[in-house]
């Protein structure tokens, strides 16, 4: 089992550019979570889905950020465009349900300057 | 708003001592526990979930429930320099679709040689 895998690993972009981080999450697992971790909030819930239909997105900060899962193997996260408070860890992590607790992605480290 | 509440520390403990890490909840409905270890600039790993009230033990770690109290907390015996990290706690969101965790912002232990 590869677990989840994330896309890139690290992310350097300048303000007002497009962002796009990916996610495969463990096959089988029907529920995809993305999170955000900084120093000062932590893990923030982005947006989850289940069996890709998103379930709970009140956790995207505004407009800006948008997220798909097109199919059972893949969901994207795209920020357009990126602001430097933008700035943080973006994990993705699945589940086969939350009773089972979470496996997280490597995550991807955003920087935006 | 749900909350999870932990102390950030950093919680400092000798070599071979008992680290104890504890964990709050405001949601009286919250059904699973877990607890995260996450080591620097990795993600987080599932080492333990409890989801009765007692104590659930695994290898060196213990977790303790008190849905009454609401309080989790985990055990940490003869502590290795290699516990080092950050630990968080996690509970479910009852009644949230689908159900999905809420993370605590982690307590960081440092176990001293």
């Known amino acids: 089992d590869a677990g989840v895998i994330q896309s890139p690993r690290h992310e350097v972009t300048e303000m007002g550019q497009e962002v796009t981080l990916r996610c495969k999450p463990i096959?089988?697992?029907?529920?995809l979570f993305w999170y955000r971790q900084t120093m000062m909030r932590g893990l923030e819930l982005l947006i989850y889905?289940?069996?890709?239909?998103?379930?709970?997105d009140s956790g995207m900060p505004e407009d800006r950020f948008s997220a798909k899962m097109p199919n059972a193997s893949f969901s994207t996260l795209k920020i357009q465009p990126s602001e430097p408070r933008d700035s943080a860890v973006y994990f993705c992590a699945s589940t086969v349900g939350a009773n089972y607790g979470y496996t997280f992605g490597s995550g991807t480290r955003l920087t935006v300057v | 708003q749900k909350e999870v509440e932990q102390n950030s520390g950093p919680l400092s403990v000798p070599e071979g001592a008992i680290a104890s890490l504890n964990c709050t909840y405001s949601d009286r409905g919250s059904q699973s526990f877990f607890w995260y270890r996450q080591y620097s600039g990795k993600s987080p790993e599932l080492i333990m979930s409890i989801y009765s009230n007692g104590d659930k033990e695994d290898g060196r770690f213990t977790a303790q429930l008190n849905k009454a109290s609401q309080y989790v907390s985990l055990l940490i015996r003869d502590s290795q320099p290699s516990d080092s990290a950050t630990y968080l706690c996690a509970v479910n969101n009852y009644g949230g679709s689908q159900g999905n965790l809420i993370f605590g912002k982690g307590t960081k232990l440092s176990v001293k040689p």
């Open positions: 096959s089988g697992h029907n529920s």
């Open positions: 889905f289940n069996n890709n239909v998103p379930i709970d």
